[in-house]
């Protein structure tokens, strides 16, 4: 099915739930990993969460554009009392992102949004790099 801006937009609102629910679910887990092994990348989870904010700004800022109205639900937050369980959630909320703007760049592109489109792939950018930092806080 072709997309259209409606349905471009809508993606792009479920995008926009998963960065408000990331950066949420970032800042609790970076303020509670324990253990000396957790101590570089809960770091590393502060400088993801005001990525994650600025992924939600520029989706906002998309979504208005293309004279839609950014979401102000939030997708499902996960968390634990184990270490490696939080950063084994965030790795699955990286990979959720991961597919979902993999899904909307060829929308954009099919839309001829060719500015959107950068902006996703600077954000997918982003979302890679953060799975990369969390498989290797795991030892994966």
């Known amino acids: 099915m072709p997309a259209t801006k409606e ?15 990331s950066a949420i679910q970032y800042i609790q887990h970076s303020a509670t990993l324990t253990g000396p092994e957790y ?7 502060v400088v993801h969460v005001n990525e994650e904010i600025s992924h939600a700004l520029k989706l906002a800022n998309v979504i208005v554009d293309l004279e839609g109205v950014p979401t ?16 084994e959630q965030d790795l699955k909320s990286e990979e959720i ?24 792939e600077e954000i997918l950018k982003d979302e890679e790099e ?11």
């Open 72 to 87: 102000m639900e939030v997708q499902i937050r996960e968390t634990d009392s184990s270490s490696k369980t939080m950063l």
């Open 97 to 120: 992102a991961i597919a979902l703007y993999k899904k909307l760049i060829p929308m954009a592109e099919e839309l001829k949004e060719y500015g959107v489109r950068q902006v996703l």
């Open 7 to 21: 349905s471009f937009v809508n993606e792009l609102n479920k995008a926009l739930e998963w960065e408000y629910a």
């Open 130 to 140: 953060h799975r990369r930092d969390l498989l290797n806080a795991l030892g994966l």
């Open 39 to 45: 101590t570089a990348i809960a770091d590393e989870l």
